[in-house]
C-alpha cells in the first residue's frame, strides 16, 4: 500500500514560538523516522504529510494515498484530535485508529467516564469545575485528584494533584482553570496499584498486548503518573509487566480495559489507563486511543516490547485492524466514479 503519514512535528511548532506545554504531546522526528521503517519492513511505500493544513494543502490539489497512518494530535480545541479523522473521513480515504466521534469523545475525560460508567465500568466518582464557584457543589470525600479534562500525557498533572482539604482543592482548580482555559475534572483518588493496558484490534476481534504496572521511583513526583514523571520516565519510573495467571488484579484490569475499549467504540490499537481502589478493584481512568508510537519511550511500545512483540509486529497489528476499511473505501471510490461517469455522460 501507499501509505501517507499524517502527525504534528513537535520541532516545528517549538520553532513557530509554542510553548514545551502546548507542544507536550506531539512527536519526535525519530517516531515519523521509527514509522516509515517499520511500514517499509512491511513492504509499505510511505509519504509524509504532516499537520491536519498540510494535509489540507495536499487533499486540494487532488492527492490521494490507500491509507493514512494518522497519529496527529492538533492543536486547537477540545475536538482537535478528530480533526485529520474528519478529513479524511469526507474525502473518503481510509485510516488508523480511532473515527471522529471516537476521537473528540474520549479526548474528554468526563464525557467518556460517563459512557463507561452507563456501560457497567467501574470508575471513580467525579465532578466536572467549569467555574471556581462549582466547587461549592462537589460532594466527594478527600482525598481527591484534579486534572485538566482535555488534556493528554499528564499535562497539568503534578504532586499537587493529589488534594487532601479543601483549600489545596481552591487553589489547585483555580491554577488549573487559569492555565488551561477548559473545565477541570475533579474525582475520587485511587490509592492502589497502577496499570496501563495496551490493546490491538476493534470491536470484538479486540485484544490485550500486555499489561504494564507503573511504579514511581525516588525522585519521581509522588502520586500520580505526571507529566514529569512521563516525560523522564527512563530515570523516574519503572515498567513490570503485569500477567493476568495468578495475578487477580491485572487480570480484572485487562477485562475492565477491553470493555471500556469495546463500549467506546476504540479501534486498531491503544492503551488504557485504569488504578486499583481501596479494595483492589481496577478502575477505569481514561484511554488513549492516539497512543504515542515512539519505539523507547512511549507506554504502548514499550509494553509490546515487554511482552515479546516488536515494534514492527506492533505496527502490522495496527495495519491488520485498520485493512478491511481500506477495502471499503476502495469499494466506495468505485462507486463515485462509476457515478460521476454516469452522470458526465461523453
Not at 194 to 221: H, K, P
Request: proline share 4%.
Amino acid at each position: 500500500m501507499h501509505i501517507g503519514l499524517t502527525f504534528d512535528l513537535r520541532q516545528e511548532y517549538l520553532a513557530a514560538g509554542f510553548s514545551d506545554d502546548e507542544t507536550a504531546e506531539f512527536d519526535r522526528i525519530s517516531t515519523v523516522e521509527a514509522l516509515e521503517q517499520a511500514l517499509a519492513h512491511l513492504g509499505h511505500t510511505t509519504d509524509r504529510i504532516g499537520h491536519v493544513h498540510q494535509l489540507v494543502r495536499r487533499l486540494a490539489v487532488g492527492d490521494e494515498w490507500d491509507l493514512v497512518f494518522n497519529i496527529a494530535e492538533g492543536l486547537e480545541g477540545i475536538a482537535r484530535e478528530a480533526q485529520v479523522p474528519a478529513l479524511l473521513d469526507a474525502y473518503g480515504i481510509a485510516y488508523t485508529f480511532s473515527d471522529p466521534l471516537v476521537l473528540a469523545l474520549t479526548l474528554h475525560k468526563g464525557l467518556t467516564k460517563t459512557v463507561v460508567r452507563a456501560g457497567g465500568v467501574p470508575t471513580p466518582a467525579f465532578a466536572l469545575v467549569h467555574k471556581q464557584q462549582d466547587l461549592q457543589h462537589i460532594d466527594l470525600p478527600f482525598p481527591l485528584f484534579a486534572k485538566p479534562v482535555a488534556e493528554g500525557t499528564g499535562k497539568g498533572i503534578t504532586s499537587a494533584s493529589k488534594i487532601n482539604d479543601a483549600g489545596a482543592l481552591q487553589s489547585v482548580v483555580g491554577n488549573l482553570l487559569e492555565e488551561y482555559d477548559q473545565p477541570v475534572l475533579v474525582e475520587t483518588y485511587l490509592p492502589g496499584r497502577e496499570f496501563t493496558v495496551g490493546i490491538l484490534g476493534s470491536g470484538q476481534s479486540a485484544r490485550v498486548v500486555a499489561t504494564l504496572e507503573i511504579q514511581l521511583l525516588a525522585g519521581a513526583e509522588a502520586g500520580a503518573y505526571s507529566y514529569v514523571n512521563k516525560e523522564r520516565c527512563e530515570d523516574l519510573v519503572e515498567y513490570h509487566l503485569g500477567r493476568a495467571e495468578g495475578d487477580a488484579q491485572v487480570a480484572a484490569a485487562e477485562r475492565v480495559a477491553l470493555d471500556a475499549w469495546r463500549i467506546l467504540g476504540c479501534r486498531d490499537g491503544g492503551r488504557v489507563d485504569l488504578r486499583c481502589d481501596a479494595e483492589g478493584v481496577p478502575n477505569f481512568m481514561e484511554v488513549n486511543p492516539l497512543a504515542g508510537l515512539h519505539p523507547e519511550h512511549s507506554d504502548l511500545p514499550i509494553l509490546a516490547a515487554k511482552a515479546g512483540v516488536s515494534y514492527v509486529e506492533l505496527i502490522r497489528g495496527i495495519l491488520a485492524s485498520a485493512e478491511p476499511r481500506v477495502a471499503i473505501a476502495n469499494r466506495s471510490k468505485a462507486r463515485r466514479f462509476r457515478s460521476n461517469e454516469s452522470c458526465h455522460p461523453s
